[in-house]
């Protein structure tokens, strides 16, 4: 009977989780035209992308987003219908915003050959930047996009600061969320090589944007405040509904309560180069 009891629990709390995915990604999706895209890569495995475009546009801004830890989206169709994992993510749940008649969102995913290890290694590594050079020549050429960006959040901003730095001018800029700033300080932690990590170094544009009471040990705004140089910060403030661990999506390290304010900021950015210095709105 106990079993029984137990198992109709965690019956329940996986029904609960499904639906809560399937409302997170509907609410995401909401007004937008949605496709999965494959990228053959020049070592013979695929890298998927999902391209998010408003209904009845025709964008010429393609903005990567690059979500948190793990990174892998495991991007697929199921019986039609287009899934992936992370919806909770501050970049994937609120893309939607991003969404414009200006612009538009790709979810990249990590290589199929990096589903279990899209790590440091990968993303600090040459094959990284030359993965990612092949989606941004995809996107130009398949989508018509005139201007390309990245934009990261938490350990996505290994990756976007990494790219930033080796891409170059073969980029338009890219926005690092939450950064990944203050790795434990254990060998084998993620993010060992953000300890030292200098963005001056890169040639395209950048932004900041960190929310002034980010409780995540890993991202701390005031590193960020001590180390961006002058790369640009948007500081968000305010959240709503703050629940989970620190460094989990729905604090304020997820922007939890300001998604919408923060993605107009950074849309700001990325059209006008100007940008407010606080958001505090919702």
């Excluded at 989508?143 to 990245?150: D, E, I, R, W």
């Excluded at 950048?206 to 590193?223: A, G, I, M, N």
């Excluded at 790369?231 to 999506?249: D, F, Q």
């Amino acid at each position: 009977m106990l079993l029984r009891a137990l198992f109709a629990v965690l019956l329940f709390l996986a029904c609960a989780g499904g639906q809560t995915a399937r409302a997170q990604g509907a609410q995401a999706s909401e007004g937008l035209s949605e496709s999965l895209h494959t990228v053959r890569l020049a070592r013979g495995t695929d890298l998927r992308l999902q391209v998010s475009r408003r209904d009845g546009t025709t964008p010429a801004i393609a903005v990567l987003l690059f979500p948190g830890y793990p990174g892998v989206l495991r991007i697929r169709l199921e019986d039609g219908v287009l899934r992936h994992e992370l919806a909770g993510n501050f970049l994937v749940r609120a893309r939607r915003f991003l969404n414009t008649e200006q612009t538009f969102t790709v979810l990249v995913d990590c290589p199929d050959d990096r589903h279990t290890h899209c790590e440091d290694a990968y993303r600090t590594s040459a094959e990284h930047a030359a993965d990612i050079d092949t989606v941004v020549a995809a996107v130009r050429r398949e989508f018509g996009a005139k201007q390309v960006y990245l934009a990261g959040t938490s350990y996505g901003t290994v990756s976007t600061s990494f790219l930033a730095r080796a891409l170059g001018t073969r980029i338009d800029g890219a926005v690092h969320s939450a950064t990944f700033t203050d790795p434990r300080p254990t060998r084998n932690a993620h993010g060992q090589a953000m300890r030292t990590f200098d963005w001056s170094q890169a040639k395209a544009p950048q932004l900041f944007v960190h929310h002034r009471d980010d409780p995540c040990e890993l991202t701390r705004y005031d590193s960020v405040v001590a180390r961006r140089k002058d790369v640009p910060l948007i500081t968000v403030e305010g959240a709503a509904n703050v629940r989970g661990e620190p460094c989990l999506a729905f604090t304020q390290h997820g922007f939890v309560g300001r998604e919408r304010a923060t993605m107009r900021a950074i849309l700001d950015w990325i059209t006008t180069r100007q940008a407010p210095a606080v958001v505090g709105g919702p």
